[in-house]
């Protein structure tokens, strides 16, 4: 059956290539000429293959052309997408770079402003340990030596994590100084108890700083812009805070103003010795011997030495943060005014000028040049003449380093 239908094909093919490449003659007229032209099957066949492989020979070629042009453009669109992607990387090694130069800078000048804040309280034997802290686990490789952290390697893809590192740094930072204004207000809790011991209030003695007298060159500050700086701005907020209580307490009078151990007349409310009447009696008297030696309470200002109604020969010492103490009823002066005085140092003799009844000295102590009860400065707690040695001390090691620190910047 099939072997049949392909005789009838092959027939009826060939059938219709007999038709159509039949033999076929041309009749050719030229001045008045006839000529036949015979075009036999063969030359027809012939002719229409050559035609036919031409044909194929011209739509492969082409279509050879179309895929290698199509390739060439897939291979340009993969080098511009592999181009821009070189160059999206490079932009950003490019900006991590920078983020590590910026941030490595602003932790230079941040540990430059808490060094100077830990130097100007304790002075350059801090830097002999590391003011950051103990290394943990997570920041183990960053830099131990807060002053001046190691700068940031080349990138590269064994050191990318060099910017974790330096945030890791940062937050050791922080923690410090977070840490450390704990231990100062501590310290400033301590000082506000022994003012309050004296019988004043540590708003007394701080609203009295002297902020008036303050200048110098204006100097603008190269280094990163820290006025954001939460940590360091509450550490700088409790040094000075601490400093200005510390003051204020060791500017409170504690030292006896004379040997005599007891008093002829109190404080307060009094019978006058002359007329009998109600008196206000703004100090405290002690007795004792013509021309024994007066002495400075605490340290201070003289500012005052001479005679005023009443008190008879009298000197005042200002003391700071508003607290002056008063020496009256003198029979001689050893200071004059304007001269510094440290506690305990002789300033007059004891005598029995001015309104008086016999030889003693009356001791006054003013706050705002309104008398307080000198009493509770007389009768002290050793905790709190304690506190008041410890912060002389500080106070004058912190003078001592500011000195240091201004020769050296001079």
């Known amino acids: 059956m099939a072997g049949t239908i392909l005789t009838r094909l092959a027939e009826r093919s060939k059938h219709i290539c007999n038709q159509t490449f039949a033999d076929k003659e041309l009749i050719l007229r030229s001045q008045d000429k006839i000529r036949f032209l015979r075009i036999s ?43 821009r992607s070189v160059a999206g990387e490079a932009r950003k090694i490019s900006a991590y770079k920078q983020s590590i130069g910026q941030l490595s800078e602003e932790l230079n000048d941040r540990q430059d402003a808490l060094d100077e ?78 003012i309050r011991s004296f019988g004043l209030k540590p708003e007394q003695v701080m609203s009295h700083r002297n902020t008036s007298a303050m200048g110098g060159p204006y100097i603008p500050w190269q280094g990163a812009d820290l006025a954001d700086d939460d ?22 009078p504690s030292g006896r103003p004379t040997a005599s151990p007891m008093l002829t007349s109190s404080y307060g409310y009094r019978k006058d010795p002359f007329n009998g009447h109600a008196a206000f009696h703004a100090g405290v008297d002690f007795p004792g011997n013509h021309g024994q030696s007066i002495l400075a309470a605490a340290s201070g200002r003289v500012i005052y030495a001479g005679q005023k109604e009443g008190y008879g020969n009298v000197i005042d010492i200002e003391h700071g943060h508003g607290i002056m103490t008063r020496y009256a009823h003198l029979s001689g002066f050893g200071v004059h005014a304007g001269e510094q005085v440290v506690r305990g140092e002789t300033i007059g003799r004891m005598g029995s000028t001015g309104r008086s009844t016999g030889t003693h000295l009356h001791f006054e102590v003013r706050v705002k040049d309104a008398p307080i009860n000198p009493r509770r400065f007389l009768e002290a707690r050793d905790e709190a003449l304690r506190i008041q040695s410890a912060a002389k001390q500080r106070v004058s090691q912190t003078r001592a380093i500011s000195r240091q620190m201004t020769s050296s910047a001079g």
Not at 142 to 153: D, E, F, L
Not at 247 to 252: E, H, K
């Open 117 to 194: 804040m830990v130097r100007s309280q304790f002075g350059n034997d801090m830097n002999a340990q590391p003011v950051i802290g103990a290394e943990n686990p997570a920041t183990a490789a960053a830099p131990t030596n807060a002053q001046h952290p190691t700068p940031p390697r080349p990138l590269s893809s064994a050191n990318m994590p060099e910017l974790e590192k330096l945030r890791g740094l940062e937050k050791r930072q922080t923690e410090f100084a977070l840490a450390l204004t704990r231990l100062i207000r501590q310290r400033a809790q301590t000082t506000e108890a022994a």
């Open 41 to 83: 099957k063969t030359a027809q066949i012939a002719t229409v293959s050559a035609i036919t492989l031409l044909a194929t020979g011209w739509v492969g070629a082409t279509s050879a052309l179309f895929r290698q042009q199509a390739h060439n453009e897939q291979q340009q669109a993969a080098i511009a997408a592999n181009a």
């Open 231 to 252: 940590a360091l701005n509450g550490l700088a907020q409790a040094i000075a805070r601490l400093n200005a209580l510390e003051q204020g307490l060791i500017a409170i």
